[in-house]
């Protein structure tokens, strides 16, 4: 029966068999559950004072009837209709990260950002940064004007000193630089640029806190141009990637991954996917998806790149250069990498401009350029030159520069010369920030100018060239703030409103170069309204210049030799927090790593083997703090045991250890940005030398929610295959239970007690590609803002009570069968993963529903299992009965709840104002879960009967499903034989009065998780093919 | 001298006669003016609808303006279409016939419409259409229904009384009967005297009310009843807890909905914009009353609050009297716009409230019950086509609002 012989475990705990695990496992709840605190020393006779007491308050309570006010509008806005949503389209902008977005507000304020769809850079989809932006907005410690000396100020003040001492220091000659990060905007760049031309010593330095100055260096090397180009796996066959996670963090990752999943995309009518290779020393997100992954140490990064330009070179013709070293699936990928030439990619994250010029190399000889690579649209988002920063850090410190204004950027806490920084500012007279809180950079400075957030603003953003998309305000300024270009242009004596000079720049620059509307308004009409506008990027004759990659291979024969014993340490972004900008969004916090399965922490992630040998245990997220010394400093860290790390090296994120972020960050983990080192110009992640580690014995614990929701060792939860298989066999790697009964072995579906749902109007049902899924967990977040999901803090995940009403479950399997516990450990070396999302899954034959004693959880004629919080009573029957372990109870009062402080959504006033009014703000003590968000489907069908129709597909989706960057959950109406679920999953149609459960599902590739139950879920999966060559045992 | 005046008089009454003549020939020119075409009606009757005419106009009788019928009798084609497209320039100019209908109307004025002369002229046509052809029949077939009630309903109530008088009357004459026959049969037992002791306690026993009274029987069926009575009382009072219903604050604005929606038949619409958009039906925001009040009432102390409240920039602060739980999501546009429910249904009589008051209890039971007994309001409505098809396949009762799961508990609870 078993024919997927793989073994999946979920973390170190279960790989090892713990008997300790193996204990609490048994139990969805540990059974140290601190509820009370007190001594349970009541008895009866309390019990009955206290009820009685509560029936006298509860009468008194209600004689009186609470007055509630109704207030209107004194004047309604036209567009704004009480209880009815509107959405603008807008751009999500931090730093140099942009998406285009869709902004879902209701009575004037964002609640929900989904993508937009028109745009054909992000093509609707979103990651967990951008869907939790919406909270950054409510965030109560934004400054709430300007600040002179850290204390209050106000514009007109802090305005006319500036521009006095601006002319003061121009008059002199003083120096004058203005810092940011990648500035995005053409308005606002002119707008510097006027700022500029009125103090001429002004210049503007751009670093990014995740540098890609490796490869607009390289191009500037090797073709003449610095540049960041765009890049398309969509059209790869054959994707190489060495540390570039391209899928969770580099340069643009939601297009990426839009891009990928087209890759790996198949069905009976298309039986083909690229193939990943990867290599890399922190298992990544990216890595994690690739067909082939090979671990590596940073310093085996630089000769990898010189091998493979070797090997390519070799079968071009071409000159090689010297050094390389190969690694294990390199020479594969060589060769496929010259099998499909023009059809393929090689990418590395490594900031090195040396390995960067190689890797352009690669690609020129491989055709990739004009084919899978854009240089004639290069992307904006990575501006950054590193070596300028230093060299103003540099001049800074010299006393070289009178004035310099960080225009919403915090260097002092995330470039990698942050702490010298933080000591030459204050050798210079004049300091500005534009911040939009005291953080470390704002706080030691002059005077802070805080910006509008983007939410709040008019500007455009020019995500790559000839691809402009709009930002609009989708709510007033809630702060006595002031959009930062326009401060610059107040300073430089141009009393503007910004919002007309954007439509002026539109009007000069924009308008004339298209030819579709004949009249600014109408085209800025329809440009706001689409949210984007393109006129596509400019032609560039570019040529690889060889003897480039020759001074490139010396250079990397020089830095990157493999140190004998030592630690090598990889720096990382994680997918959630990034490079630590929004660290005070507890959304983002508290989301669980796609590959850790950690919240609320960094850590020091360390091989299987390192771990053993240093003693190092993760039990339960129970682990110990070592020191570690990098460069000579040493830092007090927790290490997570991580398979797939390579041995030798060290991992860790950067974005935590915030110390003036806000509350919720404050004090979380450990930042890493100082641990960045140089090389060739550019601020690199990699440490090669000088790491050493030592164990304290001090124990610590990571909030986890890995082990959380076991499936008790039925581990026909993830089907899986070859393409090599799958092409034979479209059903390759399913799993068909069968259940004896009388001689025979039938379908479980063939025995049963249930008499079966019929549903006339609707059968809602979702698929989910486990091919396509890359784990990036922006669902996770979208579902937290659409559903109102509480964030429950450190402890309470501790306790395993986090509330996320979908998860991703993250397995690690052994490439072959491994059968004892030693070729399991070295199959943890490297393991495969498989993501799969994990929500409530509709079951028609529902065990909750069954012994719910007060029926709060029934099912619905559209086939939604429906949860009832109003009369639910808090048995957790349910919960203990659900084989899926979704629902999530509500131990404590969330909401206003000082206990709770960091769920800020929920806690204060402004926070509040992102909650969805449609769905409600759950009481202590009630059970929820997924509800396949009833409110969309509600409100969907509702404008349908409003307009005398039936519903349109895709017209009402989930929150996942449309935040989803990798198109891998697909929502839709079983009923309707053109939905797009019904054709994917090949239904059958139906006939009339056949029940729910009898549907036919023609889709090779579908399975039901637990089959075997037969509790028979609307939520069907599809199996992982992986396109590897099956390697036999 | 008399021939004379009576010359003159001829023929100023001959001119008279011929004014009148010729005016009234102009006068039917106008009314022939107006179409009588189908479509141009339909055209006018959508426009009527579009643009809200009836929340100042009807077609019989005054309202906020004048009534419409037999304007196009009244004035001048042109004039109207003037008027209509901008009445304040027309006034400006000095017309009489605009200054005075100005005056009169409580120097209100009328918006300016986009409409173009022909727009104007259908929905004349519309008016015309509804002068001359009355709606009778709508109101035969109702006097027709309300016969056939009356008819089914069957027994009368005064008949009803009278059967019960009667019943009333032949149990009292029994009673006698039986006390009669009682008292002579004890004579009788008496009189005959060779009675056992048993029998003659029977006999004699008086009937004592005290004895009565205290024995367990009786103590146990009051103790019984009272109990059970005070439960029920409790059990009903507990259920009314939170329940509003007659709820009628006073509210910071006297605002009387007989007045605006009762004598002036403003559509609910008019003033509660979201009832068929939205979840909310919205308290109108101060600038739609001022859409009237700018001009009218001006003096009026009540009108007097909206214009401090515009002056203040702070909203008036309504009392809400139709609380829901938040754990229940009601939609306003499901009800009235899909389903077609009359806002008097949940909202009861609104038209006669001089303060408003909560007519529903607003209960979950209310809801279920009218979800039960509710047709869904399927006709012309493409969302149920087939859900109705399937449905009659199979019933022969029309589809309620039940059938496609309006008691599903996640239909309100979300």
Redesign the interface.
């Known amino acids: 029966m078993k024919e997927n012989q793989k073994t999946y475990w979920k973390g170190i705990e279960q790989l090892t068999n713990d008997s300790e695990f193996v204990k609490k496992n048994e139990s969805e709840f540990p059974e140290y559950l601190p509820v009370t605190d007190q001594e349970g020393n009541s008895n009866r006779r309390d019990f009955l004072k206290l009820m009685g007491f509560g029936i006298a308050a509860v009468?008194l309570a209600?004689c009186e009837?609470p007055?509630?006010?109704?207030?209107?509008?004194?004047?309604?806005p036209v567009d704004v209709?009480?209880?009815?949503p509107n959405y603008y389209a807008s751009t999500y902008v931090n730093g140099g990260d942009a998406v285009s977005i869709v902004v879902k507000t209701r009575e004037g304020r964002p609640i929900k950002i989904e993508g937009n769809k028109y745009s054909t850079i992000g093509q609707g989809g979103t990651n967990a940064q951008v869907e939790a932006s919406v909270l950054s907005l409510y965030d109560k410690e934004r400054l709430a004007g300007p600040t002179k000396d850290g204390a209050d100020a106000d514009w007109e003040t802090v305005d006319k000193e500036i521009a006095a001492q601006l002319n003061d220091i121009t008059a002199k000659g003083g120096q004058i630089r203005i810092v940011s990060q990648s500035v995005l905007s053409p308005t606002t760049k002119r707008a510097v640029g006027e700022f500029a031309s009125k103090f001429p010593t002004a210049q503007h330095v751009t670093y990014d806190a995740a540098s890609a100055y490796g490869i607009s260096e390289a191009h500037r090397r090797s073709f003449g141009e610095a540049m960041v180009p765009s890049y398309d796996f969509s059209k790869a066959h054959t994707i190489v990637s060495i540390g570039a996670d391209f899928l969770g963090t580099w340069i643009s990752p939601i297009q990426f991954s839009k891009q990928y999943s087209k890759t790996r995309k198949i069905n009976e009518h298309h039986r083909e996917m690229s193939r990943h290779f990867h290599f890399e020393s922190n298992l990544s997100l990216t890595g994690s998806n690739a067909d082939y992954r090979t671990p590596i140490k940073p310093s085996q990064a630089g000769p990898l790149v010189a091998a493979i330009y070797n090997g390519i070179a070799a079968k071009a013709g071409q000159a090689k250069v010297s050094g390389g070293a190969s690694v294990e699936h390199a020479s594969q990928a060589i060769n496929e990498l010259w099998a499909t030439r023009g059809k393929s990619l090689v990418v590395s994250g490594s900031n090195d401009p040396m390995v960067q010029v190689l890797i352009n190399g690669i690609n020129s000889m491989l055709g990739n350029y004009g084919a899978t690579i854009d240089a004639n649209a290069p992307v904006h988002y990575r501006q950054g030159n590193d070596q300028a920063m230093s060299n103003l850090v540099k001049e800074m410190n010299g006393g070289a520069i009178s004035a310099v204004i960080f225009f919403n950027c915090n260097p002092i806490y995330d470039s990698a010369e942050g702490v010298a920084l933080s000591a030459a500012v204050s050798k210079v007279g004049l300091t500005i920030s534009t911040s939009d809180r005291l953080d470390e950079t704002a706080s030691v400075v002059k005077y802070v100018a805080p910006d509008h957030h983007y939410l709040e603003q008019w500007n455009d953003a020019e995500l790559r060239e000839g691809h402009y998309s709009l930002l609009q305000p989708t709510i007033s300024p809630i702060f006595k703030t002031r959009q930062a270009p326009e401060s610059f242009l107040k300073w430089a004596g141009q009393d503007v409103e910004y919002y007309t000079y954007l439509q002026n720049n539109w009007r000069e620059n924009f308008f004339g170069k298209q030819s579709d509307t004949s009249t600014f308004q109408t085209f800025w009409d329809k440009a706001l309204y689409d949210g984007v506008f393109e006129t596509g990027g400019s032609n560039r004759d570019l040529s690889f210049d060889a003897a480039a990659a020759n001074a490139a291979a010396t250079s990397i024969a020089q830095n990157y030799k493999v140190s004998g014993g030592g630690f090598e340490l990889s720096l990382y972004q994680k997918i959630g927090l990034g490079d630590g900008s929004q660290a005070n969004n507890p959304w983002l916090q508290e989301m669980s790593d796609p590959i850790t399965k950690a919240t609320w922490d960094n850590y020091l992630t360390m091989s299987i083997a390192d771990a053993n040998e240093m003693g190092i245990t993760l039990k339960e997220g129970e682990t110990q703090l070592v020191d570690l010394t990098v460069g000579g400093t040493t830092v007090k860290v927790p290490t997570l045991v991580q398979p797939g790390q390579a041995n030798g090296t060290l991992g860790m994120a950067v974005g935590y250890g915030r110390t003036k972020a806000g509350r919720v960050a404050d004090g979380l983990g450990v930042n890493a940005y100082p641990m960045m080192t140089k090389l060739n110009g550019a601020s690199f992640m990699d440490v090669f030398a000088g790491v050493s580690v030592t164990a304290t014995g001090e124990s610590y614990r990571i909030a986890q929610t890995q082990t959380h929701q076991t499936y008790m060792g039925r581990e026909n939860v993830i089907q899986e295959s070859t393409l090599q298989e799958y092409k034979k066999d479209a059903s390759a790697g399913r799993w068909h239970p069968k259940v004896y009964q009388e001689g025979k072995y039938l379908k479980p579906s063939k025995i049963t007690l249930w008499k079966g749902h019929e549903y006339?109007?609707h059968h809602w049902a979702m698929s989910i590609d486990m091919n396509s899924c890359t784990g990036c967990s922006a669902c996770t977040v979208a579902c937290q803002a659409e559903n109102n999901v509480p964030v429950v803090g450190k402890e309470e995940v501790l306790n395993r009570r986090e509330m996320a009403w979908i998860r991703i479950d993250r397995y690690y399997s052994a490439a072959n069968p491994a059968g004892s516990k030693k070729e399991l450990e070295d199959a943890a070396e490297n393991p495969e993963v498989t993501f799969q999302p994990m929500m409530c899954q509709h079951c028609n034959n529902a065990p909750c529903e069954t012994v719910c004693p007060v029926a709060?959880t029934?099912h619905?004629?559209?086939g939604?299992n429906?949860?009832?919080?109003?009369?639910c009573i808090g048995t957790r029957y349910c919960a203990n009965n659900c084989p899926y372990k979704v629902r999530r109870f509500n131990w404590f009062k969330y909401h206003d709840n000082t206990q709770f402080d960091m769920n800020s959504s929920m806690n204060n006033d402004l926070g509040k104002m992102v909650l969805n009014p449609?769905?409600?703000v759950r009481a202590r003590g009630v059970m929820e879960k997924c509800?396949m968000c009833?409110?969309r489907i509600?409100s969907g069908?509702?404008a349908?009967?409003?307009e005398?129709?039936?519903p349109v597909d895709g017209e009402i989706n989930v929150a996942c499903a449309s935040a989803c960057p990798s198109d891998a959950i697909t929502f839709g109406d079983l009923n309707d034989e053109n939905s797009r679920i019904s054709q994917l999953l090949q239904i059958e149609k139906k006939e009339?009065?056949e029940g729910a459960t009898e549907r036919v599902v023609n889709e090779e590739r579908a399975y039901h998780v637990l089959e075997e139950i037969n509790v028979n879920p609307n939520v069907w999966y599809m199996t992982k093919i992986r396109n590897k060559q099956k390697t036999e045992a | 001298m008399v021939a004379k005046t009576t010359i003159v008089r001829f023929t100023t009454a001959c001119l008279f006669v011929c004014c009148f003549l010729f005016s009234e020939a102009n006068l039917f020119a106008q009314r022939e003016a107006v179409p009588t075409d189908e479509a141009i009606i339909k055209t006018g009757a959508g426009l009527f609808e579009e643009y809200a005419c009836n929340t100042c106009h009807n077609v019989v009788g005054k309202k906020v303006g004048p009534a419409l019928a037999g304007v196009y009798d009244r004035r001048e084609l042109e004039w109207i279409y003037s008027w209509v497209k901008n009445s304040t320039l027309l006034i400006e100019s000095g017309d009489a016939q605009a200054v005075g209908l100005y005056n009169e109307y409580n120097k209100l004025q009328m918006a300016a419409y986009d409409l173009s002369n022909d727009q104007i002229l259908s929905i004349m046509a519309y008016v015309r259409n509804v002068e001359e052809n009355p709606v009778v029949a709508a109101v035969d077939s109702a006097a027709g229904s309300d016969g056939a009630v009356a008819q089914v309903d069957g027994v009368p109530a005064q008949y009803l009384n009278i059967m019960v008088g009667v019943l009333v009357f032949v149990l009292v004459v029994i009673m006698i009967v039986l006390g009669l026959i009682i008292s002579v049969l004890r004579k009788i037992a008496q009189d005959k005297g060779d009675l056992s002791d048993d029998d003659e306690a029977v006999i004699n026993e008086k009937f004592s009310l005290s004895s009565f009274l205290r024995s367990p029987v009786v103590i146990g069926i009051i103790t019984f009843l009272v109990i059970a009575l005070a439960g029920k009382n409790v059990i009903d009072g507990l259920y009314t807890i939170g329940v509003q219903q007659g709820y009628a604050p006073e509210q910071p604005i006297a605002f009387s909905h007989k007045l605006h929606a009762g004598q002036y038949e403003i559509a609910c619409q008019y003033c509660h914009t979201g009832v068929e958009i939205g979840k909310s039906a919205n308290i109108p925001s101060v600038n739609i009353c001022m859409n009237c009040h700018n001009f009218l009432k001006t003096d009026s102390p009540e009108i007097q609050k909206l214009y401090a409240a515009q002056e203040s920039g702070q909203p008036i602060e309504w009392v809400r009297i139709h609380n829901l739980p938040d754990l229940a999501y009601f939609n306003h546009s499901q009800h009235v716009q899909v389903g077609e429910i009359e806002c008097q249904t949940c909202h009861g009589e609104i038209q006669e409230m001089e303060v408003v008051a909560q007519h529903a209890p607003l209960t979950m039971g209310w809801c279920i019950d009218c979800h039960r007994n509710t047709d869904i309001n399927s006709k012309g409505n493409g969302y149920y086509d087939k859900i109705v098809e399937l449905h009659n396949k199979s019933s022969k009762t029309p589809l309620k609002v039940a059938d496609i799961g309006g008691l599903e508990c996640a239909k309100c609870h979300y």
Do not use: C, F
């Open positions: 009468s209600a009837t007055i509630r006010k109704a207030i209107p509008y004194l004047n309604k209709d009480p209880s009815v006339s109007n709060a029934t619905s004629s559209e939604l429906q949860m009832t919080y109003n009369r449609d769905v409600t509800t009833v409110q509600q069908k509702l349908a009967k409003r005398d129709r039936r009339d009065g």
